[in-house]
């Protein structure tokens, strides 16, 4: 999140060269063992990489293909989630609700539906940057604080988000 009322697009700054290179190792050795690595969803978006993993769903970055071509977030459902109705349930009235919600501090939703094979899926815009949990990280390994102006900052994006 960044101290004005817009999200944040692209990363401020980038891990070290070493870093990104084992990272990217480790993600294209994670692709080339994803079922999904390839694949095109909702006959439009191409699964690239995955970005994160849950109880739920699996999150991927995706390249909308055609005339306008962008990056995507893709939340893929567990086919075994999705067997429970509870969760099928919760994960389609999450996808309404964000989908209603128009606000700077709110990821918007792109698509909804399932793949060829039955699997649940949302498509969102991709936002790129920091997460607060790393910054923070950084900060308390660093030894410095959160600087009270940009906790309050982040605070009321937050509430606008809420109340949005």
Same mark, same amino acid.
Request: hydrophobic letters at 45%; one cysteine or more.
């Given at each position: 999140?960044?101290?004005?009322?817009?999200?944040?697009?692209?990363?401020?700054?980038?891990?070290?060269?070493?870093?990104? $290179?084992?990272?990217?190792?480790?993600?294209? =050795?994670?692709?080339?063992?994803?079922?999904?690595?390839? =694949?095109?969803?909702? !006959?439009?978006?191409?699964?690239?990489?995955?970005? !994160?993993?849950?109880?739920?769903?699996?999150?991927?970055?995706?390249?909308?293909? !055609?005339?306008?071509?962008?990056?995507? $977030?893709?939340?893929?459902?567990?086919?075994?989630?999705?067997?429970? *109705?509870?969760?099928?349930?919760?994960?389609?009235?999450?996808?309404?609700?964000?989908?209603?919600?128009?606000?700077?501090?709110?990821?918007?939703?792109?698509?909804?539906?399932?793949?060829?094979?039955?699997?649940?899926?949302?498509?969102?815009?991709?936002?790129?940057?920091?997460?607060?949990? *790393?910054?923070?990280?950084?900060?308390?390994?660093?030894?410095?604080?959160?600087?009270?102006? =940009?906790?309050?900052?982040?605070?009321?994006?937050?509430? $606008?988000?809420?109340?949005?």
């Amino acid at each position: 999140m960044s101290d004005g009322d817009e999200r944040p697009r692209t990363r401020p700054d980038a891990p070290s060269p070493a870093r990104a $290179a084992a990272a990217a190792a480790a993600l294209d =050795r994670s692709a080339e063992q994803d079922p999904w690595f390839g =694949r095109i969803v909702g !006959g439009r978006f191409q699964i690239c990489e995955p970005l !994160g993993q849950g109880g739920m769903a699996v999150v991927y970055r995706a390249q909308e293909q !055609g005339f306008i071509r962008r990056d995507v $977030a893709i939340k893929l459902l567990h086919p075994e989630a999705a067997l429970s *109705h509870s969760t099928l349930s919760r994960f389609l009235k999450e996808a309404q609700l964000i989908a209603d919600i128009r606000h700077p501090n709110v990821v918007h939703v792109i698509d909804v539906g399932r793949t060829d094979d039955g699997n649940l899926y949302l498509v969102m815009e991709l936002l790129v940057g920091r997460t607060l949990h *790393h910054e923070l990280r950084d900060l308390v390994r660093s030894g410095q604080v959160f600087p009270w102006e =940009r906790a309050a900052g982040i605070g009321l994006q937050i509430c $606008a988000a809420l109340k949005a």
